[in-house]
């Protein structure tokens, strides 16, 4: 039984003007994702910016609320739960942010920030709440790398990779089973990058959590997920394990990602050219009738233009929505 269910996920958010300040149209941010994550799995999520990677996140955890669509966890359906149903949920599933400068409170010291979350959600339970609440701090402190006198000093004192490592310890602090990584490495130097993810695959491991792992970096999602979702414009055009993303990709979008992908060896560059696709992306505001890739697709047809593939199975369990796949 998966961990996590996602069915027809849908958010537009309203667009308003005029003088009576009425809705004249709306942003389709998601339309219609269905996807599943099993217990101990990583799912990654993939595409370029603007194409609902974050916004998808946060829905799965209703920090923002769907236009429709369903989400359930653990087998319980979330979408319509009152906050005092959420309580017990919002302990189980946890996010890290994408940017460790702005997601933290500046006017609280480390300590404070983290001894805030234990107390709200009651992690610790002891006659002596304030010597066991400092004790639980000093082990997410070492759990993520950080020397326990950390917790005296403020955001500001600390470099955006440790920053992250506390952004990390707060989402551990409630004892998840499941989280939502959303780019959590993007806002870091190349040099830390790496240590970050290091220390989540690790964490993942050591603790056994569940993960849906958003990046626009197709390197990162095939080190570090075991299947990946590409989005584009709101919608899943691929899915498929991620030990074949780099050689065995569908859908022309896929490929033109891995395509544009930076490469590391010289020899190689030289001879794979850059992969550069024609037309613009449409917006969110006015979908094509068709498929949303079809103005910038290789291998368009009249079809696609009037009709939107559906995310069908394919041979060797991957999905795709494109008409020129079999």
């Known amino acids: 039984m998966a961990l996590l269910e996602v069915k027809n996920l849908v958010k537009h958010f309203p667009v308003r003007g005029g003088v009576f300040n009425r809705q004249i149209g709306a942003v389709h941010a998601v339309n219609g994702v269905s996807f599943a994550v099993e217990k101990g799995q990583t799912v990654g999520i993939v595409g370029e910016s603007g194409c609902g990677k974050s916004t998808l996140g946060k829905l799965l955890l209703r920090l923002i609320e769907p236009t429709s669509g369903s989400v359930r966890f653990d087998g319980q359906e979330l979408i319509g739960l009152d906050h005092r149903a959420m309580m017990p949920i919002r302990r189980r599933m946890q996010i890290i942010f994408q940017d460790p400068y702005s997601s933290l409170n500046p006017r609280l010291t480390i300590r404070q920030l983290l001894r805030e979350v234990i107390a709200f959600h009651g992690v610790v339970e002891a006659d002596d709440f304030d010597g066991a609440c400092e004790k639980y701090i000093d082990e997410l402190l070492s759990q993520v790398g950080l020397r326990t006198d950390a917790k005296d000093k403020f955001p500001h004192e600390f470099s955006g990779g440790q920053r992250q ?162």
Request: aromatic share 4%.
């Open 165 to 326: 490592r506390i952004g990390i310890a707060r989402a551990l602090a409630v004892k998840p089973e499941f989280l939502v990584a959303d780019e959590p490495v993007s806002a870091l130097d190349v040099s830390i990058q790496a240590q970050v993810l290091n220390l989540l695959m690790d964490l993942k491991d050591r603790l056994g959590l569940t993960l849906v792992f958003i990046s626009h970096d197709l390197k990162v999602i095939e080190h570090f997920c075991d299947r990946v979702l590409v989005m584009y414009l709101g919608g899943v055009v691929e899915e498929r394990p991620c030990d074949e993303l780099l050689t065995a990709a569908s859908h022309p979008y896929t490929r033109a990602l891995l395509g544009a992908n930076p490469i590391d060896d010289p020899s190689e560059r030289a001879t794979r050219p850059l992969t550069v696709l024609q037309g613009d992306v449409p917006s969110p505001y006015n979908l094509p009738i068709g498929c949303a890739f079809a103005g910038r697709c290789p291998k368009v047809m009249d079809r696609c233009k009037v009709e939107r593939p559906l995310l069908e199975a394919k041979r060797d369990g991957r999905r795709v929505a494109c008409f020129a796949v079999e």
